[in-house]
């Protein structure tokens, strides 16, 4: 079984930053790509950042220039960096990753989602 865990949320002021982490563990061979979702109320799950195993990067344009998603493999951690926070940033943020838990087989997973709340 392999799980992911986010940390990092929390309450911030608009124009501040936050810096999330999703750290993989169990049965796992390697990691191919890593991705943080957001989803507010009443919205659906909204793609926001995707980070290949070889490090190329994918942003939603409403967050391109202010997140920035990176990754740690000898960790099997995903970051994601949180800059210049506006309220419409508001939402629980999920990490997704595609785990080769053996040289065979692949699966895709979820974290439980961290609160990000920007407000003053």
């Known amino acids: 079984q392999v799980q992911l865990v986010e940390s990092g949320g929390g309450l911030v002021q608009p124009g501040g930053s936050l810096r999330l982490s999703c750290a993989a563990s169990?049965?796992?061979?390697?990691?191919?790509?890593m991705r943080w979702y957001r989803q507010a109320p009443g919205n659906g799950r909204e793609l926001v950042a995707t980070?290949?195993?070889?490090?190329?990067?994918n942003y939603a344009d409403s967050v391109k220039g202010r997140f920035s998603i990176s990754r740690d493999n000898a960790k099997n951690t995903v970051y994601l960096q949180m800059n210049s926070l506006k309220p419409e940033d508001t939402a629980v943020y999920y990490c997704?990753?595609?785990?080769?838990?053996?040289?065979?087989?692949?699966?895709?997973?979820w974290g439980q989602g961290t609160q990000v709340t920007v407000s003053s």
């Open positions: 997704n990753a595609d785990v080769r838990y053996t040289y065979y087989r692949s699966s895709n997973y």
């Open positions: 169990g049965s796992i061979f390697s990691i191919n790509d």
């Open positions: 980070i290949t195993s070889g490090g190329s990067t």
